[in-house]
Structure formats: C-alpha cells, structure tokens
Nanobody, 127 residues
Framework: VQLVESGGGLVQAGDSLTLTCTSS????????VDWYRQAPGKQRELIAT???????NYTDSVKGRFAISRDDSKKTAYLQLNHLQPEDTAVYYC??????????????????????WGQGTLVTVSS
C-alpha cells in the first residue's frame, strides 16, 4: 500500500500548481492526510493537514496561499499551491498514519499504526 505524489514542476513566481497524492489501497478515508515539504538544506516541515472529516490546518507560511483537500472516493488528497514564491521551492511529500488490524499476516486486536510516505515531488519556483 503506497502513497504516490504527482504534479510538481518548474514554475515562475506567482504561478500555481496542484499536487496530487493517491493511495494504492488501504483504509484511506478514516485518517488525516498531511503534506510536508523539505527545502534544500532544511528539515522537513509539516505545512498542511486535512482531517478525515475534511477540516484543514496550515502552517503560517502557506496560510491563505495553499489549499488542501481530499476526495475519498478516489483515495486522493490534493494540495493547491497559489501565488508561489522562490522560497516555496522544495520537495513536497504526502503522509498518512493509518491504523490496521492485520500486519504481515498476523491479527493485532489492539491495532497497529503504520506511517506511509510518498516518494516526493519537486516544486521549483524561479524568480
């Protein structure tokens, strides 16, 4: 079960992009989905979260410019990036932590949390 991102690319300042994160399986709709980014030479940072009910939260640096959403029928989350700036240049990752009852063929009555990361998609913003 994997998360696969797409939609990154090279854009100019002020442009927009839409990033997509699709789950290949598993119980996608019951758990929050996060978007992180990692700029060159910096730590990975959480920038947006959408809850299972669709409520969204953002870090201050992207609030008002980025929008996170989800379509559970497609097992897909989106990150709309607007008014992009050079400082938004980074690899963007989607992330989800899910609770499973079966793990490697073994039933776990209390459940086991699994963390899933996508492979990342590069967004480069030129000035």
């Amino acid at each position: 079960v994997q998360l696969v991102e797409s939609g990154g690319g090279l854009v100019q300042a002020g442009d927009s992009l839409t990033l997509t994160c699709t789950s290949s399986g598993g119980t996608f709709d019951l758990f929050p989905v996060d978007w992180y980014r990692q700029a060159p030479g910096k730590q990975r940072e959480l920038i947006a979260t959408v809850s299972a009910s669709g409520k969204s939260n953002y870090t201050d640096s992207v609030k008002g410019r980025f929008a996170i959403s989800r379509d559970d029928s497609k097992k897909t989350a989106y990150l709309q990036l607007n008014h992009l700036q050079p400082e938004d240049t980074a690899v963007y990752y989607c992330h989800q932590e899910i609770l499973v009852s079966w793990y490697q063929g073994t039933y776990i009555p209390e459940g086991k949390y699994l963390t899933r990361w996508g492979q990342g998609t590069l967004v480069t913003v030129s000035s």
